[in-house]
């Protein structure tokens, strides 16, 4: 095993290094209080392997403690679970991961003794962005082979997706030990450990600073710093021409904005001042805005609920073709995650931001836990953005993040077509008509009881979502079957089951909530007896997942509709081509 000293000192070492500023945390008395694994150069929600705001996993610390250790293995389990694990290999290959999954389960089921079944099954779950179940599978199978090097190395893969750097250095070093072949393990270890240093460097030159990225860059337009450079734009595909105010700065038209659109997808970019106009255009309006949007749709409008687009702009292109754009006639609501993972995270941001600019009241945003900096960090946009526009650009976007909502109250304004939910059960209405609670992971359900006005008065500015409270749980929660909460397979946040949304939404008078956060192999899912939504607008999620992808479109009397759409070909640029060379599942 990885040397405990080393690793303790390395914890230590790096105790202090955090970035942006956290929600408050409450003080717990839960054991989770007194673990070092927690500690971590992000200010996300780490949460530790074994506890999550008081919510224990079994005792063993596994999250599917489904198999008897002490089974008797016959020579006939042994050939049944090979052929198992034949079928699950082919269904890994097919990118149908969810039957793999079910496959090396029967695998594991008839033979828990061999490790690569569990292996194979993290390696599953790591696709399906099932992260902490990744570690416990890993870990089982480094118990059954301590010198399983390939286990290590997924399992240092798996910490480093759910942002736990230092978890994941010893056992990329003991993947290294055990097989001094192991390339992938030796780049990743370089790569982590000058991401932690980096980390360190930007937390000591950060101190004292005060002023905001967006003061700056207002700074140095006012100044003429950063004037129109009109040799960025690619020749073939000039931007059309962006008015200016009497005061020298840039107003939004729609023959701007698609014609932005439109050369993005032929290859073309924006200049740095026109991207800052849009960055603090949209600022402008989201900063007004309350922390939970309240909208009605009118009769004869339509509203679209956007999932998770993740830097894919050539399927985002497709996707506002088949919607159209926003107009007083239709509105979009786009559900976070805009940024990371995709080679075009920049294209998008701008993109959506340039719609709001332009149409305040027609186009809504939500933070996703993907608008943040240590995400960013690692999964590509703070690379690309520098890159693209400059590291006063990313610092920009950085700022502006903070200022977006965290949820959509949408409403319908004329009653509904039939009493029927989208379950079984009869609608919840509120005052006659059916409304949708719009947000990233899900609603702050940690305990009974939260209202919609709590939500209204989250401070949200210039915070990054903290380790626990509503703000945490809006960004990272996701359902589960179970009745109940529990520790959510992914690694991080919380799972909540149909129980725990059905008393929400009765106390809030919600009929649904819409949620994006992961991946769903239709575009869309409808869970908790129709109480919970999830929609996913990335298909093909990094280029390897074969999903399909979904809008949902609602109609003012709250009649919902669910639309797929496949992936798009795009220029050859691999997902996370700016991420300094980590390759994880997906996340």
Same mark, same amino acid.
């Given at each position: 095993?990885?040397?405990?000293?080393?690793?303790?000192?390395?914890?230590?070492?790096?105790?202090?290094?955090?970035?942006?500023?956290?929600?408050?945390?409450?003080?717990?008395?839960?054991?989770?209080?007194?673990?070092?694994?927690?500690?971590?150069?992000?200010?996300?929600?780490?949460?530790?392997?074994?506890?999550?705001?008081?919510?224990?996993?079994?005792?063993?610390?596994?999250?599917?403690?489904?198999?008897?250790?002490?089974?008797?293995?016959?020579?006939?389990?042994?050939?049944?679970?090979?052929?198992?694990?034949?079928?699950?290999?082919?269904?890994?290959?097919?990118?149908?991961?969810?039957?793999? +999954?079910?496959?090396? $389960? /029967? @695998? %594991?089921?008839? #033979?828990?003794?061999? &490790?690569?079944?569990?292996?194979? !099954?993290?390696? =599953?779950?790591?696709?399906?962005?099932?992260?902490?179940?990744? +570690?416990?599978?890993? $870990? /089982? @199978? %480094?118990?059954? #082979?301590?010198?399983? &090097?390939?286990?290590?190395?997924? !399992?240092?893969? =798996?910490?480093?997706?759910?942002?736990?750097?230092?978890?994941?250095?010893?056992?990329?070093? /003991? @993947? %290294?030990?055990?097989?001094?072949?192991?390339?992938?393990?030796?780049?990743?270890?370089?790569?982590?450990?000058?991401?932690?240093?980096?980390?360190?460097?930007?937390?000591?030159?950060?101190?004292?600073?005060?002023?905001?990225?967006?003061?700056?860059?207002?700074?140095?337009?006012?100044?003429?710093?950063?004037?129109?450079?009109?040799?960025?734009?690619?020749?073939?595909?000039?931007?059309?021409?962006?008015?200016?105010?009497?005061?020298?700065?840039?107003?939004?038209?729609?023959?701007?904005?698609?014609?932005?659109?439109?050369?993005?997808?032929?290859?073309?970019?924006?200049?740095?001042?026109?991207?800052?106009?849009?960055?603090?255009?949209?600022?402008?309006?989201?900063?007004?805005?309350?922390?939970?949007?309240?909208?009605?749709?009118?009769?004869?409008?339509?509203?679209?609920?956007?999932?998770?687009?993740?830097?894919?702009?050539?399927?985002?292109?497709?996707?506002?073709?088949?919607?159209?754009?926003?107009?007083?006639?239709?509105?979009?609501?786009?559900?976070?995650?805009?940024?990371?993972?995709?080679?075009?995270?920049?294209?998008?941001?701008?993109?959506?931001?340039?719609?709001?600019?332009?149409?305040?009241?027609?186009?809504?945003?939500?933070?996703?836990?993907?608008?943040?900096?240590?995400?960013?960090?690692?999964?590509?946009?703070?690379?690309?953005?520098?890159?693209?526009?400059?590291?006063?650009?990313?610092?920009?976007?950085?700022?502006?993040?903070?200022?977006?909502?965290?949820?959509?109250?949408?409403?319908?304004?004329?009653?509904?077509?039939?009493?029927?939910?989208?379950?079984?059960?009869?609608?919840?209405?509120?005052?006659?008509?059916?409304?949708?609670?719009?947000?990233?992971?899900?609603?702050?359900?940690?305990?009974?009881?939260?209202?919609?006005?709590?939500?209204?008065?989250?401070?949200r500015f210039g915070r990054q979502p903290g380790q626990e409270g509503i703000m945490c749980?809006?960004?990272?929660?996701?359902?589960?079957?179970?009745?109940?909460?529990?520790?959510?397979?992914?690694?991080?946040?919380?799972?909540?089951?149909?129980?725990?949304?059905?008393?929400?939404?009765?106390?809030?008078?919600?009929?649904?909530?819409?949620?994006?956060?992961?991946?769903?192999?239709?575009?869309?899912?409808?869970?908790?007896?129709?109480?919970?939504?999830?929609?996913?607008?990335?298909?093909?999620?990094?280029?390897?997942?074969?999903?399909?992808?979904?809008?949902?479109?609602?109609?003012?009397?709250?009649?919902?509709?669910?639309?797929?759409?496949?992936?798009?070909?795009?220029?050859?640029?691999?997902?996370?081509?700016?991420?300094?060379?980590?390759?994880?599942?997906?996340?």
């Amino acid at each position: 095993m990885s040397n405990p000293k080393e690793h303790a000192e390395l914890h230590n070492n790096l105790s202090e290094i955090i970035t942006g500023v956290e929600s408050s945390v409450a003080s717990s008395s839960s054991s989770a209080s007194s673990l070092n694994d927690d500690i971590t150069p992000f200010p996300s929600p780490v949460l530790s392997a074994t506890s999550l705001a008081g919510l224990s996993l079994s005792s063993d610390g596994e999250l599917e403690p489904e198999v008897d250790d002490d089974k008797i293995v016959t020579e006939e389990d042994k050939q049944k679970a090979l052929e198992f694990k034949a079928e699950a290999n082919k269904a890994f290959g097919a990118k149908d991961f969810n039957k793999s +999954i079910d496959l090396y $389960t /029967k @695998a %594991i089921a008839l #033979n828990p003794k061999d &490790s690569t079944f569990w292996n194979n !099954r993290a390696m =599953s779950k790591a696709k399906m962005e099932e992260h902490g179940a990744a +570690i416990a599978d890993a $870990t /089982k @199978a %480094i118990e059954i #082979n301590h010198n399983y &090097s390939k286990a290590y190395f997924r !399992r240092g893969q =798996s910490y480093l997706a759910i942002l736990r750097p230092t978890d994941a250095v010893p056992d990329f070093k /003991k @993947a %290294i030990s055990t097989d001094p072949n192991n390339k992938a393990a030796r780049e990743q270890l370089q790569l982590t450990v000058k991401l932690i240093r980096k980390i360190e460097f930007e937390k000591a030159i950060s101190v004292g600073e005060t002023e905001t990225a967006s003061s700056k860059c207002l700074s140095l337009i006012s100044s003429g710093a950063c004037a129109l450079d009109v040799n960025t734009a690619k020749p073939d595909f000039p931007l059309p021409i962006i008015p200016q105010d009497p005061n020298g700065r840039y107003k939004p038209t729609k023959e701007f904005v698609q014609g932005m659109i439109e050369s993005f997808k032929n290859g073309g970019k924006v200049p740095k001042r026109i991207a800052w106009e849009i960055i603090l255009g949209c600022k402008g309006v989201i900063e007004k805005e309350s922390t939970l949007v309240e909208i009605n749709v009118p009769e004869g409008v339509t509203c679209d609920i956007i999932g998770d687009t993740h830097g894919q702009f050539f399927d985002v292109h497709n996707l506002l073709s088949m919607t159209t754009h926003p107009s007083e006639s239709h509105y979009m609501i786009f559900n976070g995650d805009l940024v990371d993972r995709g080679s075009w995270s920049v294209e998008v941001a701008l993109t959506v931001f340039a719609y709001k600019w332009l149409y305040p009241e027609y186009v809504f945003i939500n933070r996703g836990n993907h608008e943040t900096n240590d995400m960013n960090k690692v999964y590509g946009f703070e690379g690309e953005c520098k890159a693209k526009l400059g590291e006063m650009t990313f610092k920009l976007f950085a700022d502006v993040f903070t200022s977006l909502p965290l949820a959509v109250l949408v409403s319908a304004t004329q009653p509904p077509a039939s009493p029927k939910s989208e379950g079984s059960q009869p609608a919840i209405l509120s005052e006659g008509k059916r409304r949708f609670f719009v947000c990233h992971g899900g609603p702050p359900v940690s305990k009974d009881g939260v209202t919609l006005d709590e939500v209204r008065k989250i401070d949200r500015f210039g915070r990054q979502p903290g380790q626990e409270g509503i703000m945490c749980e809006m960004l990272w929660t996701d359902p589960q079957e179970p009745n109940g909460r529990g520790p959510s397979k992914r690694g991080v946040g919380l799972g909540f089951g149909p129980d725990v949304t059905k008393r929400w939404c009765e106390l809030n008078e919600i009929t649904a909530v819409i949620r994006s956060h992961e991946v769903r192999a239709d575009g869309y899912a409808i869970e908790h007896d129709g109480l919970c939504i999830t929609v996913f607008s990335c298909p093909n999620y990094c280029d390897s997942t074969g999903n399909k992808a979904a809008y949902i479109r609602m109609q003012s009397n709250g009649t919902l509709s669910y639309h797929q759409f496949d992936a798009v070909p795009h220029p050859d640029v691999k997902p996370m081509a700016y991420s300094s060379g980590f390759n994880f599942g997906g996340f």
